[in-house]
């Protein structure tokens, strides 16, 4: 065991957070809280980590289980390609493995949606086996300790940081070496203001002794951000609602939302009545136009949606103007549909759930 490990080991035991995924050794839900916790805060990832060990005890229940139900109980978490390839995968070890979890590195790395770090997570704190995890925790710990400022999002910094990690990595115990790095930098040495001050590390620490904690890791790229607008339409008759379900490649992949028009900006109600897409659309449609909702901003990790819902009441019957993949559902029963917290927001707003 390295020097690193035992100082970083000796700190873990005494500071991690007790979480549910941390007691149990069973693979399917330590994969279940990795899935669940990319991208996302622990203490909004652990309700949806009980919500889904309480409804799918194991990994053939969940494969088992309705497409529909997997993505309503995912509703909120966003990133909803995790909830789809968690399905699938969960598939794949039921149908291909007959229900075991799989033990191998290479076997783990081909389940849909797994990682080369969810990989190493699954086969270090279940099996035992020795990969390193490299996560944002791990380069920032690393990049910071050791003072190195090859850009983390660089293929060079990649293999840099992955060969640093495994070399330190503790092979008698690579579970814990790997939780207590990552909860080093989750709790300790975190993105600003770090605890430098009281840190176990500070008297090695590159970043500390050289004053540039604020600039390490390095990022090669500035992540763009894409500006889109909606206009959804809400084609509601008395107790009816038409919903349409999301496909193809873009957001949102099979959750429900409303008929859209997408457009380069922001429309006012007589740009918007007067558009292309809106004629288009609506050809004959007799209709009343009750209201517009004050615009909604919604913001992705790539993307900025500025929403606005044009409510709108057909005077015809809603089944001839319903767009293709839409369905007419009966307002009350509108929770029983996965949607993206935009769409739940808007719905919650207009008292319709
Ligand atoms: S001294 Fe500061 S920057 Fe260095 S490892 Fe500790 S918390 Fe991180």
Known sequence: MTHFS?????????????????NTRDPYRIWLSEIILQQTRVDQGTAYYLKFEEAFPTVVDL??????????LWQGLGYYSRARNLHTAA??????????????????????????YTAAAIASFAFGQPYAVVDGNVYRVISRVFGIKTPIDSSQGKKEFN?????????????????????????????????????IFNNVCHAYRNNEVQTLP????????????FNYLVLQKKEQIIIRKRRGNDIWTNLYDFPLIE???????EEFFTSTQWKELSGQLDFKFSK??????????????????????????????????????????????AVPRLIERYLQDASLI
């Not at 100082?7 to 995924?21: E, F, G, I, S, V």
């Not at 495994?166 to 300790?188: C, R, V, W």
């Not at 044009?310 to 029963?333: F, Q, R, T, Y």
């Open 6 to 22: 035992e100082k970083l080991t000796n700190w873990y035991a005494q500071n991690k957070r007790d979480l549910p995924w941390r």
């Open 63 to 72: 494969a088992r289980a309705d497409n529909e139900k997997v993505m309503k």
């Open 91 to 116: 598939k794949t070890i039921t149908d291909v493995h007959k229900g075991d979890f799989p033990r191998s590195h290479k076997q783990i790395l081909e389940l849909k949606g797994v990682g080369e």
């Open 163 to 199: 060969e640093i990690a495994a070399s330190l990595l503790d092979k008698k115990d690579p579970g814990t070496h790997n939780q207590a790095i990552m909860e080093f930098g989750a709790l300790y040495c975190k993105p600003a203001s770090p605890d430098c001050n009281s840190c």
């Open 218 to 229: 390095v990022k090669e790229k500035k992540t763009k951000i894409r500006s889109r607008f």
């Open 263 to 269: 457009t380069s900006s922001e429309l006012e109600e």
């Open 292 to 337: 517009v909702s004050p615009p909604y901003k919604h913001i992705l990790s790539h993307q900025h949606i500025f929403a606005k819902f044009w409510l709108i009441e057909p005077k015809g019957s809603l089944k001839k103007i319903a767009p293709a993949a839409s369905v007419i559902v009966n307002v009350s029963d509108l929770t029983k549909y």
